[in-house]
């Protein structure tokens, strides 16, 4: 049963628009939401992330938004740059596992910039 | 070198071959990971190394065998594989496993025919 889901396979926005990756997750043990950033050819890099104790969480051009009660997330990019044309992995975490940084991935998203 | 990284990038190898992934991290971590990306399927953890200790092992079959000498070096051996191995495995480093996140390297394609 997969505990962290990206429902959109695939996500196309034009150059300057807004773009908007959506993350649900069913294990209320969660506590810490990452997102990664993957080109091809290279492994994911670390995007930006969100403790529970917060609902949003800024960094230039990306903000998370985290919804506890419906256990969901989403990425914020805007202005979308085609430089970020990747595949963008929701990930999460519980320190209650006993390893924290056990990450459970969802499937990803791939963005496509256009100009 | 900095980061983490991998050897070699692309492997290609038959179901009676024995071979092993390197990887190696100049971060400074105590945490090592094995993670498995095939295709259309989420990232799926499969051994986690904290200070040369392994601390999990996510239902791995036998025919993959970790094996972690130091804090900055992680190998995985390959045996007898079947082509449904086939897929990116990623070596990731993390402070410790108390720590949220970390970071990955590029991944070593694997092809099993």
């Known amino acids: 049963d997969q505990q962290v889901k990206q429902n959109s396979p695939s996500l196309s926005v034009q150059e300057g628009r807004i773009s908007i990756l959506n993350c649900d997750y069913t294990?209320?043990?969660?506590?810490?939401f990452l997102w990664y950033k993957k080109y091809p050819a290279e492994g994911p890099t670390f995007l930006i992330s969100?403790?529970?104790?917060?609902d949003k969480n800024e960094d230039g051009r990306f903000t998370v938004f985290l919804n506890k009660s419906a256990k969901h997330l989403s990425l914020h990019i805007v202005p979308s740059q085609p430089g970020d044309s990747a595949v963008y992995f929701c990930?999460?975490?519980?320190?209650?596992?006993?390893?924290?940084?056990?990450?459970?991935f969802g499937t990803g998203t791939r963005l496509q910039v256009t100009l | 070198e900095t980061g983490v990284t991998q050897t070699p990038r692309h492997l290609v190898m038959g179901m009676t071959n024995k071979k092993s992934l390197k990887c190696e991290q100049h971060?400074?971590?105590?945490?090592m990971y094995w993670y498995k990306q095939s295709a259309k399927k989420p990232l799926e953890l499969m051994f986690v190394?904290?200070?040369?200790?392994?601390?999990e092992n996510n239902s791995v079959p036998s025919r993959f065998s970790p094996e972690c000498p130091n804090s900055s070096h992680l190998f995985l051996h390959l045996h007898t594989l079947q082509p449904e191995d086939s897929a990116l495995y990623l070596c990731?480093?993390?402070?410790?496993?108390?720590?949220?996140?970390?970071?990955f390297g590029s991944g070593t394609r694997l092809t099993v025919v």
């Open positions: 990731a480093s993390s402070q410790d496993s108390g720590s949220y996140g970390y970071t």
């Open positions: 294990n209320s043990m969660f506590d810490y």
């Open positions: 969100i403790s529970s104790i917060k």
């Open positions: 990930a999460a975490s519980s320190i209650y596992t006993g390893t924290a940084s056990k990450l459970t």
């Open positions: 971060l400074g971590h105590n945490a």
């Open positions: 190394y904290n200070f040369k200790e392994q601390t």
